[in-house]
């Protein structure tokens, strides 16, 4: 049974940090496999990050550090914003054909944890 179970999540003022991290079992994902989500209230789920690809709001601000031998991943988030307020979800994709910045791509999902930046 395969699990992803994120953390790290929190209040923390504009200007400030927060680091996710996801830690992954059950099956062992391949470099370039995990990624991060958010969904904010009334918005669909959207792609922030991945080791390869950055959405461009969060360019320069977020950094995705994959650790494959302890099979986690990390979403380290610098220079929050209000708007970077949501649902953050790890997830997971097993087939490389498709869109990686699509939820249909991946096939496993963490629970997700709650971001909240206050101005």
């Known amino acids: 049974q395969v699990e992803l179970v994120e953390s790290g999540g929190g209040l923390v003022q504009a200007g400030g940090s927060l680091r996710l991290s996801c830690s992954a079992s059950?099956?062992?994902?391949?470099?370039?496999?995990m990624g991060w989500f958010r969904q904010a209230p009334g918005k669909e789920r959207e792609f922030v990050a991945s080791?390869?690809y950055y959405v461009d709001s969060v360019k320069g601000r977020f950094t995705v550090s994959r650790d494959q031998a302890k099979n986690t991943v990390a979403l380290q988030m610098n220079g929050l914003k209000p708007e970077d307020t949501a649902i953050y979800y790890c997830?997971?994709?097993?087939?490389?054909?498709?869109?990686?910045?699509?939820?249909?791509?991946?096939?496993?999902w963490g629970q997700g944890t709650q971001v909240t930046v206050s101005a």
């Open positions: 997830a997971a994709r097993v087939s490389f054909q498709f869109d990686p910045t699509s939820p249909a791509s991946y096939a496993y």
């Open positions: 059950g099956r062992t994902f391949s470099p370039g496999a």
């Open positions: 080791t390869t």
